[in-house]
């Protein structure tokens, strides 16, 4: 028996576990204690990690599609099949004939940060459409406009802050997003403990908002009109103060025109607050000595995403907040690149181009996966033909499933790169199965940059590959190479050309740390066993810690690098150098917010919302028996005042109806929801045929994305309403 370290990769909050390893099996799991950031802090996902990474079904082998069924095969036929397929269709039909389909768990493997921004360069496709446009799209944009850089994502200094006003998530389940903090709930605690507040704005009372000072169950969809309100009032009461932030800003005399018509008295119906209420909301957060305001999910995935994620950032300047110790900061991570001087830089642009059938603007490249089924079965030039999913699962996370599932199953060619036979992936010709999280290397390229601390933590694969198997990367190379016509060649080819590109032009940048070196001399120099270390060695040598994959080998609790610091000037690329308060097309889109002020919901409407349990996530843990165990968690939440009023019984079946389908839920009465809204989680729906998910599907639930359509979109992001949507209700009878 022996322990080995690892960090998990089954939520952002990236903690570092302790694993028991007997007799070529990860037998336990445990909070590493010695871990720089989360010090020991493990949740109940962290200590099913075994059973996770043992899950029997699996896949062990890469399948392919034989006479209409799939079949087992060998790594090489699976290749050469992609290869024999994929390229004629391109060759025939063009790039944009294949999508290209990148979900969540894309964040959480090396594999993931490496090689598919490779791959849509293989591809040349236009078609492409990621997780994010059910997610946190709205805040890339936001952040492009404003900073002129779509990943600048500001995060709450939760160790620090005095003040945090949070909208639309509930860390105490989620463990956090785009704030990746080990522990957010004990860091919440600890925020109260030293005498800071916490204010906390859901439909719900979650278990976040049961721990807040202040809770304000909002009417769902409403943040962007309640946020405009706190700003407005910063305005009207003279409590603006951007402090040393002045000097970066400008527009700040645009904005205080742009939210004059969204007084508290105008939102209040909106939002169902009282206007006092969000009066002093914002003076509390204007007298905090410092603050952040916060917004996820449940303000993102919603009519008025991009609005309300970029009002978050409009506080966080207007007061002062922004990019000082204890309010909003950029983390560093130590593979960004080491940061370039202040000046004017590129700007970020949307709508470069667009769909095909309804016209939906590209946002940072991607198109709304919302899009994706009519894209296929729509007829004419240009259709996606062929899909190449990559840890995705979109007939649960996307909207209209059954649509997608159709489509999907009318497709001329399908790869999935994915460890499991799901609701998505047997549509696919060819399925390549990634090894477990044991025998994976880990770096979080991707959570690092939304770090509430700066550290750098590394961990090779525990176990060794077994026989049969490739690592995750491999694959990726291979599929990589398969499409651009170069099947057959050795998969460091891919890592090679990676390095020598982004070589090519470090030492050409007066600002890199390489600025001057020999490329090739530098090649070599890098260390590490494979391809994708090397990759990681040379992001070191080009970030701003000095750092190099051996100082991660002989640090295996990892490198803390400190507390999140200052980055203006910086960081901004936006074309004027300075921070763009009011972006053009956040102008454009104001009036849809200003309607909304007269749009208050009938009395009796009812507006669905979503939610996570601890023991899930999205789709693809459902499988795992310690963590789908107990009572149905797929359950529709309903507040006692509508249960009585529509005639729906705890623990009979309602009928929920959406613009885009019907489906039957199990009631639970509970005042958790407010008055007006009803909660069913998403990731449910595990019932359709040839899966091979013998736990989930034993217990499916209902898929809540088959309520909608598709067609409600955030207009800038193109992001899914996924909250806040209206439904109607009747007892099944
Ligand atoms: N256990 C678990 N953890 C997870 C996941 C999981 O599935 N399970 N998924 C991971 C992923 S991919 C992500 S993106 C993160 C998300 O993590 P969070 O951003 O924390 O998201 P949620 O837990 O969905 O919380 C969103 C909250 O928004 C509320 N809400 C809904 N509509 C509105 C609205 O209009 N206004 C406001 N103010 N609130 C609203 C909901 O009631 C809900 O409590 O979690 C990650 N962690
Ligand atoms: N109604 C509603 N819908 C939602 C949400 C919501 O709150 N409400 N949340 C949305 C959010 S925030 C997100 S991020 C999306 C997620 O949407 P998706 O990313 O489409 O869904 P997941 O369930 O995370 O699917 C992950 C897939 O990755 C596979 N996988 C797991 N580990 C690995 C690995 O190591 N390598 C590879 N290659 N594959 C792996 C799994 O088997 C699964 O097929 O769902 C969205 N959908
Ligand atoms: S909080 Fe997230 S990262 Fe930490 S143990 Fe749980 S699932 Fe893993
Ligand atoms: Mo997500």
């Keep these: 028996m022996s322990t080995a370290l690892r960090i998990c990769p089954l939520c952002e909050a990236t903690c570092g576990l302790t694993l028991t390893l007997d007799n070529g099996r990860v037998t336990g799991a445990r909070g590493d204690r010695d871990d720089v950031f989360s010090e020991g802090f493990i949740c109940p996902k962290g200590a099913a990690f075994p059973e996770v990474d043992a899950d029997p079904d699996r896949l062990v082998r890469p399948l392919i599609r034989e006479n209409g069924a799939l079949r087992e095969a060998d790594w090489a036929e699976a290749f050469d099949l992609i290869a024999a397929r994929l390229r004629p269709l391109i060759e025939e039909h063009g790039p944009n004939a294949v999508a290209l389909v990148l979900g969540n768990p894309n964040v959480h493997t090396v594999a993931g940060a490496l090689y598919p921004p490779l791959l849509i360069g293989a591809l040349g496709t236009r078609n492409l459409y990621t997780a994010s446009t059910l997610d946190q799209m709205p805040k890339h944009v936001s952040s492009g406009l404003l900073f ?74 409403a943040d962007a009109l309640f946020l405009a309100a706190l700003a407005h009032t910063l305005f009207a009461e003279d409590l603006v103060r951007l402090g040393p932030l002045a000097e970066y800003v400008q527009g700040v005399e645009e904005v205080r025109d742009a939210v004059r018509d969204f007084s508290p008295e105008a939102v209040a119906a909106a939002c169902d607050l009282d206007a006092d ?42 007061t002062g907040n922004l990019d000082r110790p204890g309010g909003a900061l ?131 694969p525990v176990l060794p590959l077994e026989e049969g198997r490739m690592d995750e990367c491999e694959i990726h190379a291979r599929l990589i190479l398969a499409v651009s016509g170069l099947h057959g060649a050795p998969p460091s080819a891919v890592d090679d050309l990676a390095i020598e590109r982004t070589l090519a032009k470090a030492v050409t940048q007066e600002h890199s740390p390489l600025y001057g070196a020999d490329p090739k001399e530098q090649a070599r120099l890098l260390a590490g066993r494979t391809g994708p270390e090397r990759r990681l060695d040379l992001m070191l040598r080009l970030g701003p810690y000095d750092l190099v994959l051996d100082d991660l080998l002989q640090a295996p609790h990892g490198i803390d690098l400190g507390p999140m610091k200052p980055r203006l000037p910086g960081l901004l690329k936006t074309r004027s150098g300075r921070i763009e308060l009011l972006p053009a ?93 009803v909660s069913l989680p998403h990731g449910w729906g595990h019932d359709r045929p040839g899966t091979r998910l013998g736990v989930a599907a034993a217990r499916p639930g209902v898929n809540v994305n088959q309520l909608l359509d598709g067609s409600l979109l955030d207009p800038l992001s193109g992001t899914a309403v996924l909250n806040g949507f209206p439904v109607q209700l009747s007892p099944l009878l």
Excluded at 175 to 184: E, I, K, M, V
Excluded at 636 to 655: F, I, K
């Design 277 to 318: 209420t969000i009066r002093t909301t914002a003076r509390e957060l204007a007298a905090a000595p410092t603050a952040a305001v916060y917004g996820r999910m449940g303000s993102s995935t919603v009519a008025y995403g991009t609005l309300g994620n970029w009002l978050v950032d409009v506080l966080n300047v207007l």
């Design 330 to 460: 950029f983390p560093l991570s130590a593979t960004a690149p080491a940061p370039r001087p202040a000046g004017p830089g590129k700007g970020f642009a949307l709508g470069r181009w667009r769909s095909r059938v309804s016209g939906h603007p590209e946002a940072k490249g991607e198109l709304p996966l919302a899009a994706l089924a009519e894209e296929i079965d729509t007829p004419g030039e240009g259709r996606v033909r062929a899909v190449v999913t990559i840890a995705g699962n979109p007939v649960l996370s996307a909207p209209d499933g059954d649509r997608l599932d159709a489509a999907l199953g009318s497709l001329d060619f399908m790869v999935a790169v994915d460890p499991y036979l799901n609701e998505t992936t047997r549509h696919a010709d060819v399925v390549l199965p990634p090894p477990p999280p044991s025998r994976s290397a880990h770096f979080d390229f991707a959570f690092n940059g939304f770090a509430v601390r700066n550290q750098a933590r590394y961990s090779r």
């Design 148 to 221: 002129g850089d779509a990943f600048a994502v500001p995060v709450p200094d939760l160790d620090r802050t005095d003040h945090l006003l949070m909208l639309g998530a509930n860390p105490l389940d989620s463990n956090g997003s785009l704030c990746t903090a080990p522990d957010f709930p004990g860091r919440l605690k600890a925020l109260r403990r030293r005498g800071g507040t916490l204010t906390v704005v859901d439909p719900r009372r979650t278990r976040t908002a049961r721990l807040a000072d202040r809770h304000l169950a909002i009417r769902p969809g």
């Design 585 to 677: 097309p956040i102008a454009a889109d104001l009036p849809r917010l200003r309607a909304a002020l007269e749009a208050v919901p009938e009395p009796d409407s009812v507006r669905l919302v979503g939610r996570r349990h601890l023991r899930s996530n999205n789709s693809w843990l459902h499988n795992i028996p310690s963590l789908n165990g107990g009572s149905n968690r797929c359950t529709l939440q309903v507040h006692p005042e509508d249960a009585e009023r529509l005639g729906l019984t705890a623990g009979a079946p309602a009928r929920v109806k959406g613009e885009g389908g019907e489906l039957t839920a199990e009631v639970e009465i509970t005042e958790a929801v407010r008055p007006g809204v």
